[in-house]
């Protein structure tokens, strides 16, 4: 696959580097960020309004119940035990325990309602960051690890638990609890409530202070997890590669790196949460000190009953446990929002089917391409096609030759609109591709890559990916012409043989064949065959070759071939060489010409026509009277062109 534009046209977008580049590592939050925040936010909330609304006339219930026990203190003390009226001794015993039992019943129900709604919410969260992520332009997959992408899509949304879940919910109890039991508090002894109140400003300024502070390092602790995962992908995926060059310590202090610096950033947070913590129980504890002087003192001087002071210790518990309580879901909703932060990042990137909103829409394609002046490049000022001007009629067979490099596979990439070009413009059936909607083009094409990707399913599924409600009978008949039936037939499930991930547990001739199938059930207009024989040996490739004729029949068809036997029947054979065609024509046409082509062609087939070369395998002069006949070709060839 090519390489993409620089990431300059996605600043939001993680490089494949690591994350350079990003705003969100560790950045202090903007106001407008906050904003968009927010009404993100409350657009989720109001979502899932209903089970967030069941959830909160739950909390209520669940709160007020609370409140008994703590009311009916005052009475046991000063009424029952103080006045001996036992009479309201049972009595409230009985309000004691069925508000008990309320709170158990209503907490139970209140974990049901909004723990199942946050899961739902969660599990559409990602569902719509995937929807968008796979519908994203292709230089932005191919500049970004996956494992960032699956973190994005797995990781980022299960914060979002906290604002639909139980941790909004807990942070409106227990905020409601506190002003309740505040204005009990003021009842019973307001100057001295005056005095907590005052510390409680001090807690709620140092918790301010901290969430804003936290949130860029939960940001930071999204992308470092990011990069990890997609690192550890990264050597997973290449196991073979790695094991086979004995990079397994190596690989092991990369990751080390990695997993040392998402460390140290939990470890911040460690900090962080526990100095919240720390100053909710400081808090805590000077309201208690605080209640032992100045309460005390009131129950001396007559101005508060014992009752009075059990009830409004008990209240300050009230007060006082929901601040701890706010520290542990204010830190939680910080995490929420860092997630939703990266989400939005993903999320304000166009996809190509908001681009194609404004595009036209395709007509039933005939297969006529044309390349006019067609310039582009992945650098600035470092031009990778210079120029490119050629038709491809529709029904034709259009092969690219050229060295590595020479803009074959830029070019391919251009007719699948996976880029667009700086200069000129590509030319389908009359109009200008880039103002066609892709999702229709690409309806169209079919593709057989060097590298062909195989899901982890069965054979059939496999095949039928590219039409999903193909028949048996459909998905046996591309089989038997791509010569699959031939393995196929060999496994004891068949075409239900599950292929692995990537397709690993098929041969690499097997997987090309089974890429090949695919691309015949598409039935496209225009085919892409990059290599499409490169991993068959000599003897299937001939049983293929026959349906591949047919296959290209009535389709405009553009073939990468580094063997050039498999394109001598091509309606015309273009040679790139860096960047510009420097040849063009037929087989026939372009050995008569005795030019670039022809050197390729002479140096692949000389040397392997009496040989044993593998295909594709660059052949050397075994011998020195060999070389030395080879460099006389070549300087009489060199003196004829210069003549």
């Not at 399913?457 to 591309?478: K, L, M």
Request: hydrophobic letters at 45%; zero cysteines; aromatic letters at 6%.
């Amino acid at each position: 696959m090519p390489r993409v534009l620089p990431r300059a046209s996605l600043p939001n977008a993680e490089k494949g580097g690591g994350g350079r580049g990003r705003r969100d590592g560790g950045e202090a939050t903007t106001p407008r960020d906050s904003q968009r925040a927010w009404a993100e936010a409350r657009a989720l909330i109001w979502s899932h309004r209903r089970s967030v609304g069941i959830g909160l006339v739950l909390m209520l219930i669940s709160r007020a119940a609370g409140f008994v026990l703590p009311f009916s203190s005052k009475f046991v003390i000063d009424e029952v035990l103080t006045k001996q009226n036992y009479d309201l001794l049972v009595p409230l015993a009985l309000a004691g325990g069925a508000a008990t039992l309320i709170q158990a019943i209503t907490s139970f129900s209140l974990s049901q309602v909004v723990s199942v709604a946050a899961q739902r919410a969660i599990a559409n969260m990602r569902e719509e960051v995937q929807a968008h992520l796979v519908r994203l332009p292709v230089r932005f997959f191919d500049s970004t690890k996956s494992g960032i992408l699956i973190s994005r899509v797995m990781n980022d949304p299960d914060g979002i638990r906290n604002l639909v879940g139980t941790g909004l919910i807990q942070l409106t109890g227990g905020l409601l609890t506190a002003v309740v039991a505040m204005g009990v508090l003021l009842w019973l002894n307001w100057k001295l409530t005056l005095g907590t109140i005052t510390l409680l400003a001090v807690f709620a300024a140092g918790m301010s202070t901290a969430f804003k502070r936290l949130r860029p390092i939960f940001r930071e602790r999204g992308r470092l997890t990011a990069d990890v995962t997609g690192r550890l992908a990264e050597t997973i995926g290449g196991i073979r590669l790695v094991k086979v060059y004995t990079a397994e310590k190596r690989e092991q202090d990369v990751f080390s790196v990695g997993v040392m610096s998402l460390f140290q950033n939990i470890a911040k947070t460690i900090t962080g949460t526990s100095a919240t913590t720390a100053l909710s129980t400081a808090v805590v504890g000077l309201i208690g000190v605080l209640v032992m002087v100045f309460g005390g003192r009131a129950v001396i001087a007559g101005s508060m009953t014992l009752g009075d002071l059990i009830m409004y210790v008990i209240f300050i518990g009230l007060a006082a446990a929901p601040l701890v309580q706010i520290a542990n879901i204010g830190t939680q909703l910080t995490e929420a929002f860092a997630g939703l932060d990266r989400i939005r990042e993903l999320r304000d990137m166009a996809t190509e089917d908001q681009e194609d909103e404004s595009r036209l829409a395709m007509p039933p394609l005939r297969g006529d391409v044309a390349f006019e002046h067609v310039w582009f490049e992945y650098e600035a000022d470092t031009p990778v096609l210079r120029d490119v001007s050629f038709t491809a009629p529709a029904g034709t067979t259009t092969a690219l030759v050229g060295s590595s490099g020479s803009g074959k596979s830029t070019l391919i990439s251009l007719v699948m609109a996976f880029a667009r070009p700086q200069q000129g413009r590509i030319v389908v059936d009359g109009h200008d591709l880039s103002t066609l909607k892709l999702h229709e083009y690409r309806r169209q094409l079919g593709v057989v890559l060097q590298d062909n990707f195989l899901f982890d399913g069965t054979v059939r599924e496999n095949i039928a990916f590219t039409r999903p409600g193909a028949t048996d009978e459909e998905v046996f008949e591309v089989a038997r012409i791509a010569n699959v039936d031939e393995f196929v037939s060999r496994f004891a499930d068949g075409y239900n043989t599950i292929v692995g991930e990537r397709g690993v547990k098929l041969s690499g001739g097997q997987r090309q064949r089974v890429a090949i199938a695919r691309a015949i059930l598409a039935d496209p207009r225009i085919l892409i065959l990059d290599e499409a024989t490169s991993s068959l040996d000599s003897e299937s490739e001939s049983l293929i070759q026959e349906g591949l004729q047919r296959l290209r029949s009535g389709r405009t068809t553009f073939v990468i071939a580094h063997r050039l036997s498999t394109i001598t029947s091509a309606d015309q054979i273009l040679v790139l060489e860096h960047g510009q065609i420097v040849e063009r024509g037929t087989h026939d046409e372009l050995l008569r010409l005795d030019g670039r082509y022809r050197d390729l062609y002479d140096r692949q087939h000389r040397f392997e026509r009496d040989r044993f070369v593998n295909p594709g395998e660059d052949p050397v002069p075994s011998t020195e009277s060999d070389m030395r006949a080879e460099a006389s070709r070549m300087a009489a060839r060199s003196a004829g062109r210069s003549l």
